[in-house]
Structure formats: structure tokens, C-alpha cells
């Protein structure tokens, strides 16, 4: 980083700051090296009948890629990864392992599991950086297909359908493709590079990506209908809503989506140095943007959540490192109002403790508020991180059947109300539906564009 020298000895200090906290977020874990890949490796029992490849939402030929890496064939053990799952690389380093492959390792009543998320890293690292080319496109048929977002289920559906010879288009509101991958989960676990190569790989295979293109804005849904033989759906979801209470509206207070986008732009800020930052929710996205203010300098972090440990939706292996992390955690809370100065700025944050009553429709207990168990909580900054809102708009210029947002699709093939286009990924998802990881929106992509093929091959 380059410093003016009239900046003077402020400057200075500024830009060491601003250098130290880039290093804050470099990511966490190193990876494995050759000779611990080959190790590990040579672990695997080859199983048959592996449980592993059962347990992974997409498929991968598990022993096979890890033999691949015991015989130095990293290039086909990369493939073999990347053929089942076109954000492969990603996924080795945020899936949940211990509950899916890793959890269903026949080692765990002996030994110790496999390694399986390492080894995969391991191998699609090396492809990485060897800018190794894993695919090739189909000849083409004639026929073009649409894709709406670029996340983790929009590149599935366009690598695949890609291969198939479609000509595809993706059309992504934001200046990079990637989605979550590249937004929304921060660098100290999935560095941009990772989810860059991702695309790149879909780009190589003569996909074009209109980035900074919204449907609606930049371009409508009826001319893509009518530009298209068929359309994929694969927007996500848009954006953290309101707690709606007062205070909302203060200088503090931010979207935990954008706040870790900002992260991952490279927008660090001094600003958190030494202050007390305080996050509301406990998925995944609360844990990044608690541990995204630890790595700014915030002196305290604190998450609140108004069910208890039990209910939170964030993986343990997420519970535990924001906890190394040193970020405190606040059961059975729940925020009243958020509480500033004259100047408009976060002070603080009311809260009232809450206890679990009877159950819901979705069969939770319902937390209800403690009569007279207010109390304040010092807060420099609130990130809001209480799920995320849906592209209803969006789904209705499409003119598509939905409940409350959630596109409805036939589970098997992916198909919406209008045969011409598939949905697949968040936009899809509700509350029991699955569960809303990267793999599985990897895995939605993958087979929505099987079903668009085999649905053009069964009406020719």
C-alpha cells in the first residue's frame, strides 16, 4: 500500500492499521500439504458401498477422487469433484463435512474420519493453481437458455447446460458472479480467488455473464422469455429485513448481507477498533458478521438470539469458531428498541429476556417476553442478521405460482408453473424444504439442467 508522504507519521499509522486488518481476514485454515494430502489419502478404505458419497447432497465419487490424490492423479481427482459438484471448490471449504461425508465415514467407530473436506480443497487448490480447464462444451444444439443469478445454483445449471450444448446466458445483478460465494461468506473462510475460478470455469465453457444486470431494471423478464428457449430461475434471496423497531433507521446499524459483502470488496474499516458491536440472529450469517467485527478490532461481540442454543440455525463447527473468536453469546433475548445521541449514532440497544412458550405451527416453541426484564446493552454497531426477504417481485414478473416468495417447482424435475422455466436453489427453498446450503443449491442447478435436457430430448 502506498502512503504520501504529506500523509506524516498519521498516514503511516493509518495505513499499518488498515494493512493489519487485511491480514485479519487472509483465511484461517491452511490447508493441507502434499506429503499430509497423500497421508490422509492412503487412509481411505476405497469402500464399495461408500457411505460418504450417500451423504453428500451432490454426489461426488468420494473414494474415487481421494484415490486419484493417493496416486498423484490430481487433475482427474479435480474433476472427478468438479463433475458432481461445479462449485466444488467452495463447498470444501463451508460444508458442513462432520454431519454429511465426514459424519457418515465408516473410520468415525474406530479411528477418526477421513479428511474428506481437506482433501477436496486439496485437489481443486491444485487445479486452481494450475488455471487447469476440467470441461469442455457440447456441440451445440441450436437451443438457449436464460439464467437468472449467478450463485452457486445459476453456475450448476450453466456448467451443465453448457456441456449439453446449449448457448447460455446468466444474467447477475451484481459486478461479479458467484453469489454467497463471493458476497456473502467471509474471506477468512472462502476468499473471492476460490469462487473467481468457479466462474471462470463456467465462463471457459462459451457461458456469457451479464453482470450488473437486473431483470426488471436492466432488462424484463418478457424480453428474456421471448430471447430464451427456456429459463432458469436461480436468484437467491435479497436482502436482511427490518427488526422493525425503533431505532432502525441510526448511523450503526447494518445489514449483516452487506456488511460482509463490504468486507469481501475490500472495504475494511478502522471504525470498529475497541467498539462494542452487538448482532441479532444466530444463523450463519450472525456468526460472520460477529466474527467479521472481531477482525475489524471490535473490544466486544456479542450475539443475541431470542430461542436458545437448541433452536440457532448455524452449523456447530460456525457455534465453535465464533466462540474461539472470542464472541459472547446471548440466549433468550431479544431486542426492544436500539438507542442513540443527538447525532443520530448507536449507543446502545434495549433488550428484553424472553422464555420459551408453547409451539407453533412449525412445531417450535414460541419465545415470548419476560414482563419486566428490560435491561441496555452499550452498542457502537447492530448488524442485522435475522434471515433474508424474497424476490417476490422478481417471481411475479415472471408470472410464477409462489407462496409467500418461494417459487413452487416440481420437487423431482424442478419445473415451475410455466413449463418453460426452472427454479432451483434459495428461491426455492421454505421452511420445511430441505435445507439451504451451497451443495444443495449446487446439486438443484446440476439437476434442473438434466431435467430442461431430458425434457427437450423426450419433446424431439
Known sequence: MLIKAEEGEAGLSNSLSLLNLEKNFLEAHGGLSSREAVEEANRC????????????????????????????????????????????????????????????????????????????????????????????????????????????????????????????????????????????IVSFRLPQSVSFWEVDQVKKLNVEIKTNTRVGRDVSAEELI???????????????????????????????????????????SKDYLGKNVVVIGAGNTAIDGATCSVRLGAGNVKILYRRTQEEMTAYDFEYEFAKQDGVEFRWLTSPKRIIGNEEGKVTGIECVRMELGEPGDDGRRKPVPVPGSEFILPADAVIKA????????????????????????????????????????????????????????????????HHLNHLLVKVN
Open 386 to 449: 435475522i434471515g433474508q426477504t424474497r424476490h417476490q417481485s422478481l417471481i411475479e414478473q415472471f408470472g410464477l405460482e409462489h407462496k409467500d416468495g418461494v417459487v413452487q417447482v416440481n420437487r423431482k424435475t424442478f419445473q415451475t408453473s410455466n413449463p418453460k422455466i426452472f427454479a432451483c436453489g434459495d428461491i426455492v427453498f421454505g421452511k420445511g424444504v430441505g435445507e439451504a446450503m451451497v451443495v444443495t443449491a449446487a446439486e438443484q442447478g446440476k439437476q434442473a439442467a
Open 45 to 184: 478404505l476405497y469402500c464399495y458401498d461408500a457411505p460418504c458419497i450417500q451423504a453428500c447432497p451432490t454426489g461426488i465419487d468420494i473414494p474415487s477422487f481421494i484415490k486419484k490424490i493417493a496416486s498423484g492423479n490430481l487433475k482427474g481427482s479435480a474433476k472427478t469433484i468438479m463433475l458432481s459438484n461445479p462449485v466444488g471448490a467452495s463447498c470444501s471449504r463451508v460444508c458442513p463435512t462432520e454431519e454429511l461425508c465426514e459424519g457418515a465415514c465408516v473410520l468415525n467407530h474406530s479411528t477418526k474420519p477421513i479428511m474428506i473436506g481437506d482433501l477436496q480443497r486439496y485437489a481443486t487448490d491444485w487445479a486452481r493453481h494450475n488455471d487447469e480447464v476440467l470441461f469442455e462444451a457440447g456441440e451445440p444444439n441450436g437451443k438457449t437458455v436464460g439464467v437468472i443469478g449467478g450463485g452457486p445454483a445459476g453456475l450448476s445449471a450453466a456448467r451443465e447446460l453448457a456441456r449439453f450444448g446449449y448457448d447460455v446466458t446468466i444474467y447477475e445483478a451484481e459486478g461479479e458472479a458467484g453469489g454467497l460465494n463471493t458476497y456473502g
Open 226 to 268: 421471448n430471447r430464451h428457449d427456456f429459463i432458469i430461475l436461480a436468484a437467491g434471496m435479497a436482502h436482511v429485513p427490518d427488526l422493525r423497531i425503533d431505532g432502525e433507521d441510526l448511523e450503526g446499524v447494518h445489514d449483516a448481507i452487506e456488511f460482509v459483502k463490504a468486507t469481501k470488496s475490500g472495504e475494511l
